[in-house]
Structure formats: structure tokens, C-alpha cells
């Protein structure tokens, strides 16, 4: 075997081994011998071996599918058979037969040669790419899937919620990801979305439709319109879009499992919207002939020129999306150039000619430009479409100049100058292949490599013998045989004279030297061949043609190379003067495609041009993405993933994406604003829809939560020494006529009865205590209280039955609250903020507003987990129905109540204000500290501990406002005419109307300072030289500066403030309180 024979057979093992990877991977068969065979009977082919492995039955785990792959029935035609014929064409790479071998890799070899230089696309990446398609199309015979695939929503509402202002996704409703991905695409067209959302149907289609259109078209606007209102101002992650695609699914009149053609969905839905707004054009024409909104966005015009049979002709027609072929072309300009000429391009510009052709000139481009790839072919020889991988190129800015009819002329003479220099191209390149291929045989090498060998070869040390007459054939080369002959007679004639009795010497073993799988070379054999008989006359001629020749063939091929280079630069700037970039369009839009031509799915990448970043809408996910991922899923050339439509927007013509502003305010409108009345009523809906499920979500969990720790603490509780009946009942409780009356008679058999089962049942559980259920499940602090309140009641309960327990545990509860109470406690630990009744006791709330309060919260009915907890709750809800309306003044009792829910609220404010202050959010923060500081003062006229610290608030109050006043300042002394606008916005708005509110209370001398200091801060600036618009706003700014008046005027509305729990509010006000600890404040 000759080294060349060798090095094939390795690289064809390897390959084999390659091919039996991918076959193991695609079909999940382990038998090696198995999928040996397989490509053995599909002459390497991994599609038919998949084929043959499927019609042999191979068992395949079935993998739960995570693709979005289409699931339809196929033919079987996509595979060959596997008989006699295809037996007779297998070249067997298992014998002896080297001949058979050596032509097996060479086929393979020129076959993947051609196939690259023809695509660019190696052998493996192909095998790839027909392993994958067959794959598909075992799935699709094998599964026999019936349903189609839909995104099934999660229980959780909260991972269903959309996150501040993230784009809304559309869910899959089954195979509708084309849906998704055009609909994306337009509703981010920012005036496709408005057109859309302020769109009315014509008055006299109130009344019954007319015709088909209305029936049809009108009903889908009314669900687009709705779509895209909830795309809007949903507080979903993604919506629901089946009512618009079961409408456009009847027409096209196909069943639920066939996929759409996104082209054929987009000219569809074009189509609806120009019927519709037409509809409405009609009815408000005045005169004139109406237009239709969606014909100026959408649609363009071009004039095809050209000959037809000796004849010229021009016509004008109308396109919306422009086809464009990929096969063959390497970027969307070569696309553009090949579309835009038909035929014989000679004839159109020849008088006599008679040959045929057009042109097509581009006289009125769209708004929005969008072109179809058609990726698609049918491949007559399997009987079905196949999907075209090639990668095509597009740019993010498109000029259209050289496609318009206006540059017809120059765009021509420019063609013409391309095609010379391709033409001259063409040449060099071939005349440069020459120098970089040389040779006649199947193998050639650049002719500087080949005058290099040749010198190597002369300058080599001269042989004077052949290369095979001095080796000899009976001992190795290089003397190996002697020196190990003499080696082993020294070691033989040592162990002789030590033992003379040692056996007979071993007998010499032949070294054989390998040449072609010994890596060492024998050392006297000549690193190269070399002439035998050359003189210093010859080689000095020789040597000094070849250094010429090698040097005159570098200059030639570096002088092609420069040459080739240059025409490329020349024909990419030829386009790039000034005048042919006067029609710019920017990539709005790609929509991608991955699978085959019967399979796949399709997502968008949209650019959002507010943020300046691409964005991946993929059906109910949107995620942020980045031009490197677009290109990779989008150019096509190696993945199943390529663009399939591109969607341009021209870059002179902003309203396309600018978004609306409020005519009186000059804000911007977002979410809701942005939606007319009706729809702004529609989504309010659902959003308080949405906001019930996931109320009525929490309530089930937290449910579930409770019972399971109430459960918990129920199993662990501990074991309390029993008390007598008499000590169960607490001197709070003693007075009132309602606690000492006793339970109805059928409450109390109905209650001993459970006793009774629940004593039975507490023997089985062991006692411990409670608090292992807090660590994990977080209760409300009251609710904290009660349980371990009840739980101590245990043997009470055993012992006496559920009243006396619940007079134990109301008993024991209370009494908590009350050392609560009296603590001495920093301002950080507010127990009031904990505890309702802590806050009442503060305050000396009437002694049957605690009993009720106490009484409710032990009749919660979130408390019934188990039997005793149960029959305790009834029993205090039994007690709230004795109370009658003479005993507690329920108006008392709510006016006590919202004292408190205020107190929480002042808090909130406080808190959130303190925040902001810290953060140095000024602005944000007054507002907070402003209402905290007025509603604290409120709840003081009522009680000395209704409220928080005063002095506090007005600390904070007071600084804010001198910080504003400070930045103001600072602004204003810039000079920049939008910074001093700003600073005197904010005296206008913020500090100046605050102003009385610190005046009002002389008796607080600090804020009276305060107001002093800001004004004189500005009245510094009277002495000062300054520009006359400067001096002008200051004129004016003063007198409402200067006011002493006191009134209060009209103010904004008071901050929305969040939701806290019990604790978050508690825990979170512990933490700014403590960092004001850290840094004192005076007033304090």
C-alpha cells in the first residue's frame, strides 16, 4: 500500500466514524453493528441509512418533543429502496479489494470538492443538514401526531404578568407562530399600531353586512383593534389571539395541523386591511378620490421597460411585497440586480434587436419596503418542495437609489462599468489560478512552490548511488544489526564467566525497520532526494533561472492579486457616491424561519428604535437580542434557520415610528393614554380579570400555606400543664354580658361531639412546640399570635372541651399584646405597626373596641385547620353574634379602624419619602415627606401617639425642599436656557407651592429659617450681572418667591402608594429608621 493509499484509508475511517456518530445521535440506536450496516446498504448516505433503520424497525426512545416542528403526514418517496438493484451499486469497503477502496474515496472526495466549490458548503455540513430533514420527516411518519401543538398556560398567574413595560407576546394557539411573527412586525410600525387602534367601521355597517368583505373583514378589525389594544396596555406577559386567527384561519380554508406561508399570511392580511379602510375611505370622501391609509404604507409602483418580440413597451404597475429569488446569489443587492432585469438587457437599448427583455424601474417606493425570499423549490425528482439553505447576505441600511427610475441613466452606465470590470475580473482570476494551480495532472500547486522544489531539489547534496542499491535486505539499516550483534555477545560473554552453568544463549532476533509505520527516520538515509550527477557550472546556471523564474512568478501573482483587489473595491464603492444614497431604508424587521419546506417554525427580530437594540419576539417570549444572533439565525448557509422576509422602512419618513404626544401636555402617551375610549374600557377589563386571578391565586396559596403550617404546628405543639377552668377565663373579659353568656345548646353538642373526636385524635401526635413552622412559612404577625395562643390551650381543651380553651388562648393572646404594649422600645420597633390593638391600647381605645378587634381576629376563619382550631374560631364567632348594637358602637369602632389604616398609610409615605431622600431623589421624595408630614398632623390634633415624631417629618420635610432649592439654584447659575427652564420648573412646581405649608405653624422657628434662606438664596442674585433673559425669568420668579401670603393652593393628588403585608412594612421601616440612626438628623 503506497503512503497516499494509507493517508485515504485513515481519513475514510475517520469519516465512516463521523457518519456512525450522526446516525447514533439521529436515531438513538446504539448496535454499532447495526448502524454499520445501515451505512453499508445506503453507500454512506445518512438519510437512507435513517430510512433503512426505519423500515428495519429500529426501536427509538421516545423523547418528550421539545421542537416546533410540524408533525404532518409524508410519502414514503423520500427514501430509496434497499434490494438487489441498490446492492449491485455498493462499493464494499469491508474486503481486501484496495482498487475498490482507492475508487470509493476518490468519488467521495471529487464529489465533496464539487459540491463545496459549487456552495461553499462542505460534505459534513450537507450530511448534517440531510440527516436533520430526514429526522424531520421520520417524526412526522412515525408519530402520527392528532393534536396540534399550543402553549399551554401556567397555574401561576404571576409568571403569566407582565413585567413593568416589556413588550407583550402572543401565545401559540396551535401552529400560528406565523401569526405572531407578522403581527409583531407590524404593530411595532408605531403608525401601522395607530391606524389600527383609531380605526372605525363605517356607519351603515351597524346594520346587517352587505357582502362577504363586510361580513369577513369587519369582524377581524374589530379583533385586531382589540389585539392589539391588549398588546398595548396589558398587564400580561402575552395574550391570547384566537379570535383574529380563527377568523383568518377560515379563509384559508385549511385545517388546524398545515402550517401558513408567512407570504401568503401577509398578502392575506394586507389584503383585509386595505378592503376595510377602503370601506371607511368611501364613506368620508368628499369630492375627491379617497386614500387608503394601507395603499400609502404598504404599497408601491415601478415601471417595467423592456422589448417583447422586436416590440418596446412601459407599463406602470402596482407591488406590496417584492419577491426576490436567493438561490445563486450571495447578497440582497445581487438579489435586487437579478429581479430588476429580465431577459436580454442588449435589446432595450439597441434599435434593430429583436430579442426580448425588461427592466424594472422603481418610480414610488413605500414607507415600508418588504421583500419575500423565496428559500422554496420543488424538487421534481423527490415529488416535494425543498428549503434553500444558501446564505444570503442583507444589510441594516439599504439605499434604493440605483432601483429608481429617476437614476435610470446613471444606474445603467454603472452596470454597464460593473460588468466590464467582472468581465476583467474574470480574466484575472483565471489567469491568476494558472499561477496558483500549475501543473496538467489530477494534482497541481502554485508554480512558486513548484520553482522552489525544483531549486531545493538542485541545491540538495548529490547521491552518488542509488536510492536502493546501499540498503541491505538482510540486516536494518543504519548499522542497527552490528551494534546490537556486539551488545549482546558482551551481556552473553559477562553472564558466562558468572555462571557457567547458564543456559544456551538466546537466539538473535531479526530487526525489521518499517519504513511506513516507523516514525524514525534511519539516520544514513537522505532527508530528500538529490541529484546523483549535477556540476557547479550546471547548478550555478540552474540556481540563478529558478531564483529569476520563482522571483518573476511572485511579482506576476502579487501584481494579479492587487489588481483582482482593487476591481473589488472599485465595484463595492461604486454605489456609494453621494447622490445614489438619497433613499435610505433601515432594517425594521426580519422574519425567520427554521425547519424545512413542509416543517418549521417562524419567529421575528424586530429593531426597537427607541432603545437602539434588536429584540427576538418568539410567540409568548420577548427577550433582548443583538445583531451578531440575528445574523447568525437570519444569513442562512449552515443552520435550518434563515430569513424569509425582510421588512425596510424609509429612514427620511419618521412618523413611522415616532410615538404620540399629548396635544394639551406635550407628555408622551404610554399604555392606556395611548388607547381610544372603548378599547381603554376593554383592557381596564381584562386587566381586572387578570388582577382577580391572581388575587384569587394567592388567596388559594396563601390558604394552602396556612393550613399547612397550621397543620405543622398542630402535630408539633406543645404540652401546657392544665389549669383549672376557673384561671381560662381573663379580668379583661369578665364584664361583658356577651362572654359570659354561654354558647347556644346546639353549638355546644355539635362542639362537644368534636371535642370528643379531636381528644381522641390528640393522644396520637406527639407534643412540641410551635416555632419550627415560623422558620419556613411566614405568618402575619397577629396571626402569629394566635396560633401560638391556641396551641398552648391544648390540654384546657382535652380537659374542659373548645370554650374554656378559647377563653385560655383570648386570655393568654391579650396579655401579650399588653406587655407589647408597655415596652420601652426604639423608634424602629413600632409593635403598632404589628399589632392593631397595640396601637389602640397606646391610645386608650375604649375597652370593647379591643374585645371586638380581639374577638375577630380569633374568629378567622383562616384558622379552621384542624378540629380544636375549628371549634375555637366558632366559638368566638358564636360570641361576635351575642353582641348587640347597644353594647359596641360600631361607628366608634370603624372610626378607630380607619384611624389605624391611616397611621399605616402616614408610615408608608414617611418611609418611601426617607428613601427617596437618601437616594437623593428630591424630586420624587417631597411629595411623600410633604402628605407623610400633613396626615401625621392630622392623627396628632387626635392623640399624642395617633402619629409619629413630628419634629421627624418636618425635619425631612424641611430638608428636602432645601435641596430642591439648592439644585434650583445651582441651575439656574449654569445660564443654559434649558437648564435654567428646568431649575425655575422646579421652584414653580415643587418648592414654591410647599412654601405656606411650612409658614402656616409659626411656631416652628426651623422652617420659618428655612423659607428665610431659600429666598434670600435667590434675592442674591438682584446685585449680580447677568444676561437680560436671565434678568428677565428672574423678574418674573421672585414675586411668587416673595409671597407671604399663607393660603394653600390648589396641590397635586397625593402619591399611589404599593401594597405592604404586616411585615414587609414593618421590617422595612425598621431598616430606614435604623440608617437614620446612623446619621442624626437635628429636630430629632
Request: charged residues 30%.
Amino acid at each position: 500500500m503506497t503512503v497516499e493509499q494509507n493517508v485515504l484509508q485513515q481519513h475514510s475511517q475517520k469519516h465512516q466514524q463521523t457518519l456512525l456518530n450522526q446516525l447514533r445521535e439521529v436515531t438513538g440506536t446504539t448496535d454499532i453493528q447495526l448502524l454499520q450496516q445501515a451505512l453499508q446498504v445506503s453507500n454512506g448516505d445518512l438519510g437512507d441509512a435513517v430510512a433503512f433503520l426505519t423500515e428495519k424497525n429500529v426501536k427509538v426512545p421516545q423523547h418528550e418533543e421539545d421542537t416546533y416542528y410540524q408533525t404532518a403526514q409524508i410519502g414514503n418517496d423520500r427514501y430509496i429502496s434497499v434490494g438487489s438493484q441498490a446492492d449491485t451499486s455498493i462499493i464494499d469497503l469491508t474486503g481486501d479489494d484496495k482498487d475498490d477502496l482507492q475508487r470509493a474515496i476518490a468519488l467521495s472526495l471529487e464529489e465533496s470538492n464539487r459540491a463545496f466549490r459549487e456552495t461553499g458548503i462542505t460534505d459534513e455540513e450537507q450530511a448534517i443538514s440531510r440527516v436533520l430533514e430526514a429526522s424531520i420527516a421520520e417524526n412526522k411518519a412515525s408519530l402520527k401526531r392528532t393534536h396540534t401543538e399550543v402553549w399551554t398556560d401556567s397555574p401561576n398567574p404571576h409568571d403569566r404578568k407582565r413585567i413593568d413595560n416589556c413588550p407583550v407576546g402572543l401565545k401559540n394557539v396551535g401552529n400560528t407562530c406565523w401569526f405572531s411573527a407578522v403581527i409583531q412586525s407590524l404593530f411595532n410600525l408605531l403608525e401601522f399600531q395607530r391606524l389600527v387602534l383609531h380605526y372605525s367601521p363605517p356607519t351603515y355597517t351597524t346594520d346587517l353586512p352587505r357582502n362577504q368583505k363586510e361580513r369577513r373583514n369587519l369582524p377581524f378589525m374589530r379583533e385586531l383593534r382589540r389585539l392589539f389594544s391588549l398588546m398595548v396596555g396589558s398587564k400580561r406577559k402575552y395574550v391570547d389571539p384566537s379570535k383574529a386567527v380563527e377568523i383568518l384561519k377560515e379563509a384559508f380554508k385549511s385545517n388546524d395541523s398545515q402550517q401558513q406561508d408567512v407570504s401568503e399570511f401577509t398578502h392575506k392580511l394586507l389584503d383585509w386591511l386595505e378592503d376595510a379602510f377602503q370601506m371607511k375611505a368611501d364613506e368620508e370622501r368628499d369630492g375627491e378620490k379617497p386614500k387608503n391609509p394601507m395603499v400609502e404604507l404598504f404599497y408601491g409602483r415601478f415601471l417595467a421597460v423592456g422589448v417583447h418580440e422586436g416590440k418596446k413597451f412601459e407599463n406602470i404597475e402596482t407591488f406590496g411585497q417584492y419577491p426576490l429569488q436567493v438561490n445563486g446569489f450571495k447578497d440582497l443587492h445581487e438579489c435586487l440586480e437579478a429581479a430588476m432585469v429580465e431577459g436580454e438587457i442588449e435589446s432595450l437599448h439597441s434599435e434593430n434587436c429583436a430579442k426580448s427583455g425588461q427592466e424594472h424601474w422603481f418610480t414610488e417606493l413605500p414607507p415600508v419596503l418588504t421583500f419575500e425570499l423565496s428559500r422554496f423549490e420543488f424538487n421534481q425528482a423527490l415529488g416535494r418542495p425543498e428549503k434553500i439553505h444558501n446564505k444570503l447576505e442583507f444589510p441594516q441600511m439599504l439605499y434604493m437609489d440605483r432601483y429608481m427610475d429617476k437614476n435610470r441613466e446613471i444606474t445603467r452606465l454603472k452596470r454597464e462599468e460593473i460588468r466590464r470590470l467582472k468581465e476583467h475580473l474574470t480574466l484575472l482570476q483565471q489567469r491568476l489560478e494558472r499561477y496558483l494551480s500549475y501543473g496538467s495532472g489530477p494534482k497541481r500547486f502554485p508554480l512558486a512552490d513548484v520553482l522552489q522544489y525544483a531549486l531545493e531539489f538542485a541545491s540538495s547534496k548529490p547521491v552518488c548511488a542509488s536510492p536502493i542499491e546501499d540498503i541491505d535486505t538482510t540486516a536494518p539499516p543504519g548499522g542497527t544489526t552490528s551494534s546490537l550483534t556486539t551488545s549482546n555477545a558482551t551481556e552473553q560473554g559477562s553472564a558466562s564467566s558468572t555462571d557457567s552453568s547458564a543456559t544456551p544463549p538466546l537466539q538473535q532476533r531479526s530487526v525489521v525497520h518499517k519504513p511506513f509505520t516507523q516514525s524514525r527516520i534511519p539516520p544514513d538515509l537522505p532527508m530528500h532526494p538529490a541529484p546523483r550527477h549535477i556540476t557547479e557550472d550546471e547548478l550555478r546556471v540552474l540556481e540563478g533561472c529558478l531564483h529569476r523564474w520563482r522571483t518573476e512568478v511572485e511579482k506576476d501573482t502579487r501584481d494579479l492579486q492587487e489588481s483582482i483587489a482593487r476591481i473589488y473595491r472599485t465595484i463595492e464603492v461604486m454605489y456609494t457616491d453621494k447622490s445614489m444614497s438619497q433613499v435610505p431604508y433601515r432594517l425594521h424587521a426580519v422574519l425567520v424561519h427554521e425547519g424545512q419546506a413542509n416543517a418549521g417554525h417562524y419567529w421575528a427580530y424586530i429593531f426597537n428604535h427607541h432603545q437602539r437594540r434588536w429584540m427576538k419576539y418568539n410567540d409568548i417570549s420577548v427577550t433582548k437580542s443583538s445583531w451578531e444572533e440575528l445574523v447568525r439565525d437570519s444569513f442562512g448557509g449552515y443552520r435550518n434557520a434563515s430569513a424569509y422576509c425582510l421588512m425596510y422602512i424609509n429612514s427620511n419618513k419618521p412618523f413611522l415610528i415616532e410615538e404620540e404626544y399629548d396635544k394639551e401636555t406635550g407628555q408622551m402617551l404610554t399604555g392606556l393614554d395611548k388607547l381610544p375610549s372603548d378599547l381603554k374600557d376593554y383592557v381596564k377589563e381584562d386587566n381586572q380579570q387578570f388582577e382577580k386571578e391572581i388575587a384569587e391565586w394567592d388567596f388559594q396559596q396563601a390558604r394552602k400555606a396556612q393550613q399547612k403550617q397550621l397543620a405543622t404546628v398542630a402535630s408539633l405543639g406543645a404540652v401546657e400543664e392544665a389549669s383549672p377552668l376557673t384561671a381560662a377565663v381573663p379580668a379583661l373579659l369578665h364584664d361583658p354580658e356577651y362572654m359570659e353568656q354561654p354558647s347556644p345548646t346546639d353549638d355546644l353538642q355539635d362542639l362537644n361531639k368534636c371535642t370528643e373526636d379531636a381528644i381522641s385524635k390528640a393522644s396520637e401526635h406527639e407534643a412540641k412546640g410551635p416555632e419550627a413552622i415560623f422558620d419556613s412559612v411566614m405568618l402575619s404577625p397577629t396571626m402569629h399570635g394566635i396560633v401560638m395562643a391556641i396551641d398552648k390551650t391544648k390540654n384546657i381543651y382535652d380537659r374542659y372541651g373548645p370554650e374554656a380553651a378559647f377563653f385560655k388562648a383570648i386570655r393568654i393572646e391579650y396579655t401579650r399584646l399588653m406587655r407589647l404594649a408597655q415596652e420601652d422600645t426604639a423608634p424602629e420597633n413600632d409593635y403598632r405597626l404589628k399589632h392593631a390593638i397595640v396601637y389602640f391600647i397606646h391610645n386608650q381605645a375604649p375597652k370593647k373596641i379591643l374585645e371586638r378587634t380581639l374577638l375577630e381576629q380569633f374568629a378567622s376563619r383562616n384558622l379552621c385547620f384542624d378540629e380544636r382550631y375549628k371549634d375555637i374560631t366558632t366559638v368566638a364567632r358564636i360570641k361576635l353574634e351575642l353582641i348587640k348594637p347597644s353594647e359596641v358602637n360600631m361607628e366608634e369602632y370603624e372610626i378607630w379602624h380607619q384611624d389605624y389604616r391611616s397611621f399605616r398609610e402616614t408610615t408608608i409615605y414617611f418611609m418611601i419619602g426617607l428613601e427617596l431622600f437618601q437616594k437623593k431623589s428630591y424630586v420624587e421624595a417631597l411629595m411623600y415627606l410633604i402628605f407623610a408630614y400633613q396626615y401625621n398632623k392630622e392623627l396628632l390634633s387626635k392623640g399624642q401617639y395617633r402619629g409619629h415624631d413630628e419634629n421627624l417629618l418636618s425635619h425631612y420635610r424641611r430638608e428636602c425642599l432645601l435641596k430642591l432649592n439648592e439644585h434650583a439654584a445651582g441651575l439656574f447659575e449654569s445660564g443654559d436656557d434649558q437648564e435654567v427652564n428646568n431649575g425655575l420648573s422646579i421652584m414653580n412646581e415643587l418648592v414654591v407651592p410647599c412654601l405656606p405649608l411650612l409658614l402656616i405653624d409659626e411656631l416652628e422657628e426651623k422652617d420659618v429659617v428655612a423659607v428665610e434662606d431659600m429666598r434670600n438664596r435667590w434675592c442674591s442674585y438682584l446685585g449680580q450681572e447677568m444676561e437680560a433673559n436671565l434678568q428677565e425669568k428672574l423678574t418674573d420668579f421672585l414675586p411668587k418667591l416673595l409671597d407671604c401670603s399663607t393660603e394653600i393652593k390648589t396641590f397635586r393628588d397625593p402619591p399611589k402608594l404599593p401594597s405592604y403585608s404586616t411585615n414587609e412594612l414593618y421590617e422595612r421601616f425598621k431598616k430606614v429608621m435604623l440608617s437614620l440612626s446612623r446619621t442624626p438628623a437635628d429636630g430629632r
